[in-house]
């Protein structure tokens, strides 16, 4: 989306305390749609910044198109100047521990008194309940939430390989913030939204519970799970390539047949239709990874593709930042980091009018905006 093209959230002032990955993805979310977003760090920055292993890709993926102001909350005239602060913005968004923010006065209660307009976004492990003072994170909630146990094999609970929860929580956060913008048009009023990764998660496992409710037999993990399809599998191809095929009509059986030249498997009896398949798919799976393991991956994609054949290769991360489909797509987009280098970032996967949102102004370096941003309170940056 074209820098000098008016967002939906233009004129929107967002303040967040947030870090890792739940707050800033919604912050992010509403700073790609337009809003103006300050990000308050501490001083010496928000330690996401400089997270190793897993975490070092979490600033910079979650935290783009925002401003950076450095403020002492530890202190009395970092909490007065935030206050000021969030006087001036329509919404402000924390995810720190429970009962921080009200040790500090920073919480909803006590702002809304002062600013009946804020709309307070917290974003939580659990929402109100038994469990809303435990401390949470992604694998927590996976684990509790039927992610996990429904991901791995049996016996073998696997966190999914991405902060699913934090994400999504974030998501939700922000879908939370919209409504009640829309709200407040009508209201004049703000109002609190909490999202939590505990209720997250459980809205992913959601289908799995109704299966039990309305089956009475508890849902087996994934991996060892009956499959409603005979031919829905990763196959073992030449050169110990791997392509996930998925055969889900009895049409798309005889056409996989004929792609792999081997009508006379689909002419068989026992696979006459998918039911008949689905009892006998060990043996079905058998018979084509025979086929299958002399194929070349970059030879039978082409022909599974022409055929209308759903079929995906096994990408790893790093490949994807050559993806034709997401370069030609927009759905990657060049964007300066804090210490001047450029990477591509992946926008948010929407469009709108046609046009992605995307990356507007340089990843913050820390305090960036300080001097900007405090001057319109009267103010000046501590030195």
Known sequence: MASNTRLPLDGVRVVEFTHMVMGPTCGMILADLGAE??????????????????????????????????????????????????????????????????????????????????????????????????????????????????????????????????????????????????????????????SALFENCVFLSAQHMQQYAMTKEAPPPMPARVSAWSVYDVFTLAGNEQLFIGAVSDKQFITLCDVLGRPDIAAEPRFANNALRVAVRPELLEVLGAVLKDHRADELAPKLEAAGIPYAPIARPEQLLDDPHLKASGGLAPMVTEDGTTTDVVLLPLTMGGRRPGVRQALARIGEHTQEILSRLGKRALP
Not at 123 to 136: D, I, T, W
Not at 166 to 177: H, K, L, Q, S
């Open 37 to 194: 977003v300050i990000k308050v760090e501490p001083p010496g920055g928000d330690k996401t910044r400089t997270l190793p292993g897993l975490g070092i890709g979490f600033f910079r993926s979650f935290n783009r198109n925002k401003k950076s102001v450095v403020l002492d909350i530890t202190t009395q005239e970092g909490i007065d100047t935030a206050i000021e602060l969030i006087g001036t913005c329509d919404v402000m968004l924390e995810n720190f521990r429970p009962g921080l923010m009200q040790k500090l006065g920073l919480d909803y209660e006590t702002l809304a008194k002062r600013y009946p307009r804020l709309i307070y976004v917290s974003h939580k492990g659990f929402l109100p309940g038994p469990y809303e003072k435990r401390l949470a994170l992604d694998e927590v909630v996976q684990m509790m939430g039927g992610l996990s146990y429904m991901t791995g094999p049996v016996g073998r609970p696997l966190r999914a390989g991405t902060s699913v929860n934090d994400i999504m929580g974030g998501m939700f956060g922000a879908i939370g913030v919209l409504a009640a913008l829309r709200e407040r048009d009508f209201t004049g009023l703000g109002q609190e939204v909490q």
